[in-house]
């Protein structure tokens, strides 16, 4: 006789087969006897008693039940979906922050879709084009590279986050970055008597170009030169034309646009440093990334508070605030360690 003749039999089925069984809610609701209407209203988020919650999330279970959430979203007009667009995945800044929000949402069961844009307007825009499709509740933009006449046109119907990057349009938190580079130059400027210089990129976002104001600014009140060395992105870094810049200009201290490059910078003048190339350079960064606090020397930056600058734009989301946008300015804290000293 052949197997899943008699009902005891059953048990025999094979993981294989189970999982390519496809079960309905008569199905569900034979295995925990608990009526279809009680576990469709269950699945749709409505009230159900503990008990029978406990029967039907043990059939869901013991089944292999797979919920249709395209389904509910049909049902309902709530999506329980966040999109977050960031440049890249490459900037541990931008980690932090899907990391926190991820905390936040899951904390009021929703869910995160991330992007990336590739600091790219055009992507950017198709973007969000995209996760709006998904009808998601809200939107967070993290250093977008749109402006406020592109983001009006838009004309979007949810609510919009903007982290790090200011906006009139929408509700931006961000963190005041002239003022941390002010004071970071300030600081290297007492531990050097030689120059100073300030690495970037050569297309740069706005908050990295308020930190080279903050440099420049810094220098001039103290008297002393303000250099700047640009890369190209598309190119990445010619480590040996920055070693070259640093000899040729006698560079004592270096302001890094954030904590990622500080860090390779720091590895690479250790090593000309131990073979007596040049002197040893100071170093200093933004963001305060895990890593930071592990090179040698351990690395003086500048610590935004990611984690409360998400928190604040995250309860603005969750009140649903209606009031016009606005900017709400974040503090930012200097952390310094030994590659400033």
């Known amino acids: ?15 294989r087969e189970l999982m390519k069984a496809k079960f309905t809610l008569l199905d569900l609701e034979k295995e925990s006897g608990i009526s279809k209407t009680t576990i469709s209203r269950y699945l749709s988020g409505g009230n159900v008693s503990s008990d029978k919650v406990l029967k039907i999330e043990k059939a869901i279970s013991d089944l292999g039940y797979i919920r249709n959430n395209f389904a509910q979203l049909l049902r309902t007009s709530q999506t329980n979906l966040i999109a977050v667009l960031i440049p890249d995945l490459d900037n541990p800044f931008f980690l932090k922050i899907i990391k926190r929000l991820e905390e936040l949402a899951q904390q009021q069961g929703k869910t995160l879709i991330i992007k990336t844009t590739g600091r790219s307007r055009e992507i950017e825009l198709k973007t969000i084009e995209f996760v709006r499709g998904f009808r998601v509740e809200a939107i967070f933009l993290c250093r977008s590279e749109l402006d406020d006449e592109v983001l009006a046109s838009l004309k979007l119907d949810i609510p919009i986050f903007s982290l790090d990057r200011e906006f009139k349009s929408v509700y931006s938190i961000v963190s005041d970055n002239y003022k941390s580079s002010y004071t970071l130059t300030k600081h290297l400027l007492e531990h050097t008597q030689r120059k100073l210089m300030f690495f970037s990129r050569q297309l740069e976002s706005s908050s990295v170009i308020q930190r080279i104001h903050g440099f420049i600014d ?7 030169p303000s250099l700047e060395y640009r890369y190209d992105l598309n190119r990445g870094i010619d480590f040996n034309d920055l070693l070259s810049f640093i000899k040729n200009n006698d560079i004592e201290g270096v302001i890094c646009r954030n904590d990622n490059e500080a860090v390779k910078i720091i590895w690479f003048l250790n090593e000309k440093t131990s073979q007596n190339e040049i002197l040893q350079v100071k170093i200093c960064g933004f ?12 690395l003086t930056t500048v610590d935004q508070k990611i984690e ?10 969750t009140k649903q605030v209606k009031d016009e946008p606005l900017t709400i300015v974040h503090s930012a804290e200097m952390i310094i360690r030994e590659s400033s000293l």
């Open 218 to 224: 810094a220098c001039q009140e103290s008297h002393r």
């Open 308 to 317: 409360e600058m998400c928190d604040i734009a995250y309860d603005l989301f």
């Open 287 to 298: 963001d305060n990334i895990a890593l930071s606090n592990h090179t040698i020397p351990k």
């Open 1 to 15: 006789m052949e197997t899943g003749t008699f009902p005891w039999e059953r048990s025999c089925l094979n993981e």
